[in-house]
Structure formats: C-alpha cells, structure tokens
C-alpha cells in the first residue's frame, strides 16, 4: 500500500533495493550523498551526481532530465553510512528555470524494483529555491525508513552541500554543473509536458487485460504521469504551445514563432477519432490524434508523444531485465553460501531453478515491450505519410507535390532516433523553428566506433553533404526572403558539397574563402546582430537601413577553425550567444579536436551547439529517461534529385519575392 507523505513525516521501508523515481515536468539534476550517523558526508566520494554517478549501493542520472531513475541498494552501503540524502537541483546557468517555483512541484515515488509504489512525495511550497533536499533514507534500530524532507535552499547547490557538512560545497556543485552542462550539450531540448491525462491516445495500454496481465514483477512499468502536478500556464512560443508568442517588437523584427491560436477563447480542433477497437485488440493508430490547433500542431505533438512512449517502455523493459538479474544473483547467492548445497543435485537444482525464474521474467517483459513496439511501429507507419514537407524525410512523396509555402512551420526534421531494443521503430527528431539553438555537424571519428571505415575525408565531406541537406531544408520551409543562407569555407573545399545551393543561386552572397572571406562574412553578420539589437532595444526598427535584411540567417561555416584567428573566434562566439535571438543562426562543421588548440575557452560554444553527425551515432538523449539514442541523419537518398527539384523553387519564389 502506497503512503503519500507531508513533509516531516516518514515511512518504513519493506524491502532494502528500491528505485526512487523523481517526475519534475522541467529538466531538474537529481544527486545523492551519503552520511553516517551523525548526519556528516565525509568527502566528495560520498556524493552521486551527473560527474559521478555510481557509488556503492547508490545510481543516479548521468544528466539532467525531467525524469530521473535512482537506482539504491541499502544492504550494498558501506559500513559506515546510516542515512541517504536525495538531492534536487536546478541547472543553473543553461538558460533554464533559476527557481523551483517556476516549475511544477516536483514528485518523488519510492518503488519496489516490481515497481510497486512503496511511498510518495510532493515537494509544494518551493519559490526562491533552487536546490531541495528531496527524501532522506535513514536507518534506525536495524530498520530502514524514509522520510519527507523537502529542505529548499535560496543558495542553491554549493548551500545545500555546505550546510551537509562538506567544506569544498563551491567547488563540489560547480564541477556538478559542469558536468551537467556537458550532458545538456547531447540531449534533445524538452518538449512542453502534456496539457491533460488523455491527450494523446496511449496505445500502449489499449489492450484489454493488460493492467491485470502485463504489468507483473517482471516488467514495472511507469506511469503515463509519475505523480500529482498543479496546473500551468501555458508557456509563450514554446513547442506545443497555443499561446502566441508575445510581440514585442516592430512588424517585420519579431523573431518568435508567429501564434497558432486563432481565437482567445476558440477551444483547440478536436484530434481525429480512432474507430472502436475489438475486445482484446489494441486501437487503430490515427494520424494527429494528440491536441493541437491545427493538423501540424497535432502531429507535431503526437510525434513528441511516440518518442516519450518508446522511451518509457524501454525504460520499464531495462528494468524488468535488471531486476530479473538481481533476483537471480540473489538467489545464487544464498544457495553458494549454504556449503550443503554447493555440489550434488540439490545446487544443481536449485540453480536452475533460479535461473528459470530470470528466463520466464526477461521473457514476459520482453512480451510487453515486443506488443508496444508493434503498437508503436503501427502508428508511425499512418503518421509518417501524413506528415507536412518541414516534418518528412526527404523520400516522402509529400516533397514531390511541394510548394514553397506561405509560413513558417513548427518544426524541422533533423533525422530520425532508435534505441536498440527497437531498431525498427524510428522515431522524427523534430527541432522547433524558429532556431535556439545552433548545430554542430560532427566530422569527428564517432564515440560509437561505427565509422571507424570512413577515412577523415570522407567524414568530411559527409558532414558537409549533412550540412547543405539541412540548410535546404530550412530554405524549403521558409516562406521566400523570410531566410537567408551564408558560408564560410575558409579552405574552399567544399565546392562539391555546396553545389546544389551555388547551382540553384540561393545563397546570399558567394561562399567566403580565405583569412579575408572569414573576416567580411562575421564583419557583415556581426554588423547586422548589432544594428537589429539596437533598433529593438531602442524602439526604433523603423531606423534601419533599408537594405538590411532582416529575415533569418544561417552561418555554415566549414572545417572550423581552419582561417580563423583569434578576432574571429570572438566574433563566431559572439554570433552564437547573441544571434538567434535577433534571426541569425549557426551551424558548423567540425571536428573539436582540430579546435582543441584554443583551449577551454570554445567549451560554451560546443555546449551550445546541438551536435550531430553524418553517420548513425548514438550520442543524444532524451529529456525523459536519458536513454542513449542512435541518431540517423536525415540524407538525400542517393540518386534523387528531390534537392535540386526543391531548391528550383525556392530559387524562382526567391526571385519572384524580389522583384
């Protein structure tokens, strides 16, 4: 039976391995520290943080998520620890929420590795803090409990582990945020939470029986919403948002995404129905069955739904199967240490048995996840013909019929995600326009080693192939003169890549080449973020020359840092903290390795770049869980011509916009 707790209050623990699931709604750094009896940490080596996230007895996230999984053993602490503090923070300095009062009240639910629900907590009441002490797990006269704390601190983290004892508190939390900025740097930018229960139709769980059947020891399975959470408003321009974004600059200079909301109090397009599902079968997947104002908002948002789905049940899948191996050691265990039944046809038995047991478990929870994969692979094969041009892959025969179009879209597909229990269900990886963040195309030798057969010049000029696709894309999705396109290519050796943008004349100005090209294209974009900046912080856009062009612009800029100096450095750093703000955007195409030469003065810019590769790679993450997701790049199939047809008319639109 599950005890919701108040704060102060406490429960005992039934069972000594649990996970503590923390649901945030915003992406939060959930920690640990471990302490003995009179409540003192001893060092940093008793702190579980994104940097550090293993200690014995004790796993916590490798990054900030809305999401965390705390994996704690208490029979496995070491001798001297008595107490385990769960610790919530906010990662500062990511542009993110600075206090817990803008976010949602945090949730804490203490689990059975069966996922049953043991206790629960919501942290209410935070404001100015941006660090809480969430649960304490302490033990006493030989019994393990747990107690609500919900200790918030104004000083944030550094306060929070100072006041638990710990002399190097500053030092300590800033080597916490670094590493949970180096994890923020691969994850994919949270969408909003969902607006209600029952949204977005969970196919997942349509099957009838399924709550009696399915969900047994074997394959815990998290809830579609971990816990209680007030309402919110909702946010301005963000992904899903039916709220337009706030104008607060001159007609022509705004540079938010334009409202979809067509009345103030017009109640969203109802999302189409499934028919009726037969008893005992799953329901028929609809395209655009989530909320939305418009058919694009709705598949946008029942895309971000199939994502956060598959995540979910491979989370619950990975932890059925740890659990299964717990319980076999276990059991191993105790019948290796009863010297009886070490040899003979007993331990034979007995260890069959115990691995019996792990077999029929994997077994059932590889059966649960196998029926929400198909679920899942049924619905992406109706959403996917369904999707706008700005939302297919580039062999969707929407692009054949395309037309420039008339607005902006809500998103742009980067490629596609898959995990590897799931290979066959590829998932859009959508970013909103318009841009907030740049990227960095990888030309790198991949962590994965899956590319280990491509030579440094072909991943070259793969990376700058990946590079124009996008780059087309986004000029494709763009109504004509809305967006702009300019290069650096120091080196000039990507002509062969750039080909079908300098083929179809849809860049601004011809590719800048040489210490002079890199010089006048920053000068030029430099010059442009300064002169919009002050004309909107002024009130006085309408002071701008008239031949700036104050659409969107994007900056490739290839095989960074060949032909920069240090001058341009500044400048490119510039542009990526200050451009997407007023329209202008980034995108480069390196290898970090050839910029490790500057030292650790380009870490903010690699961080604030979202990394991507030209071959599959597995380096993103999901704001949800943090599964390690393998990235598909979103490539021209080879032979097409769909490039050429598109960039055509873009061309024509441009030049008929320009008249």
């Known amino acids: 039976m599950t005890v919701e707790l108040v704060r102060g209050q406490n429960a005992p623990l039934p069972q000594t391995r649990l996970e503590i699931r923390v649901s945030a709604g915003k992406p939060i750094v959930a920690g640990a520290t471990l302490s003995d009896a009179q409540g003192k940490v001893r060092g940093a080596e008793w702190i579980a943080h994104p940097g550090s996230p293993q200690l014995p007895g004790l796993e916590v996230s490798q990054q900030a998520a809305a999401d965390h999984r705390l994996a704690v053993d208490l029979e496995a602490l070491p001798d001297p620890v008595e107490r385990v503090n769960v610790l919530l923070a906010l990662p500062v300095g990511v542009g993110g929420p600075v206090r817990f009062g803008a976010v949602a009240a945090p949730f804490i639910a203490v689990t059975g590795l069966d996922g049953s629900e043991v206790a629960s907590y919501t942290i209410t009441d935070l404001d100015p803090e941006s660090a809480v002490v969430a649960l304490e797990l302490y033990r006493r006269n030989g019994v393990w409990k747990v107690r609500a704390v919900g200790q918030g601190y104004a000083g944030g983290l550094a306060e929070m582990l100072a006041d638990q004892g710990l002399g190097q508190s500053r030092e300590i939390a800033t080597q916490i945020l670094d590493a949970v900025a180096r994890g923020m740097a691969r994850s994919v930018a949270a969408p909003p939470p969902r607006t209600a229960e029952g949204d977005r139709v969970r196919h997942t769980a349509a099957t009838a029986g399924s709550a009696a059947g399915d969900h047994t020891a074997g394959a815990p399975q998290p809830p579609a919403t971990a816990g209680p959470a007030p309402a919110q408003p909702p946010t301005t321009g963000g992904p899903g948002s039916s709220v337009p974004p706030e104008q607060s600059t001159a007609d022509g200079i705004n540079y938010a995404h334009p409202g979809r909301r067509p009345a103030a109090a017009a109640p969203p397009t109802p999302p189409p129905t499934a028919p009726p599902a037969q008893p005992g079968q799953p329901a028929q997947p609809v395209a655009g069955d989530a909320t939305g104002w418009s058919m694009e908002e709705r598949l946008y948002n029942q895309v971000w739904g199939m994502f956060e789905d598959l995540a979910r049940t491979t989370a619950a899948y990975r932890s059925a199967v740890d659990f299964a191996e717990s319980r076999m050691e276990q059991e191993l265990d ?119 057969f491509h030579d440094s010049a072909e991943l070259h000029r793969l990376a700058m192939d990946t590079a124009v696709a996008h780059a087309a894309r986004l000029l494709a999705v763009y109504p004509a003169g809305d967006f702009s396109v300019h290069v650096i290519d120091a080196g000039g050796s990507a002509a062969g890549s750039l080909a079908p943008l300098l083929q179809a004349g849809v860049l601004a100005h011809p590719p800048g080449h040489g210490a002079a090209g890199v010089t006048e294209v920053l000068a030029r974009l430099t010059k442009r973020v300064e002169l919009v900046q002050m004309a909107i912080r002024g009130g006085a856009t309408d002071a701008l020359p008239p031949d700036l062009d104050t659409g969107e612009q994007l900056l490739i800029v290839h095989d960074f840092p060949h032909g920069f100096d240090d001058r341009a450095v500044t400048q490119l750093r510039y542009l990526a903290d200050e451009g997407p703000a007023v329209g202008v955007h980034l995108m480069l195409v390196a290898d970090r390795e050839d910029a490790s030469a500057y030292g650790p003065i380009l870490d903010p810019l690699w961080r604030s770049l979202l990394r991507l590769t030209p071959v599959p790679d597995d380096h993103l993450a999901d704001p949800w869980i943090g599964h390690a997701w393998t990235y598909q790049p979103a490539l021209v199939p080879p032979g097409s011509s769909v490039l050429q047809q598109v960039l055509a008319q873009v061309a024509q639109a441009r030049r008929e916009w320009g008249r």
């Open 334 to 452: 105790k019948v290796l240490s009863d010297p009886r039944s070490r040899i003979g046809g007993t331990g034979d038995a007995a260890r069959e048995a115990a691995r019996a047991k792990q077999t029929a478990l994997v077994d059932q929870a590889r059966a649960v996840l196998d029926r929400d994969l198909a679920q899942l692979k049924a619905e992406a094969e109706v959403v996917e013909p369904a999707l706008p041009p700005a939302f297919a892959a580039w062999d969707n025969p929407v692009w054949q019929a395309y037309r420039v179009p008339m607005e902006i879209p809500m998103a742009l597909r980067l490629g596609d995600l898959h995990l590897p229990e799931s290979a066959d269900v590829r998932i859009p990886l959508l970013m909103r326009l318009p841009m907030e963040r740049g990227l960095w195309i990888d030309c790198g030798r991949s962590s994965s080693g899956s590319v280990t």
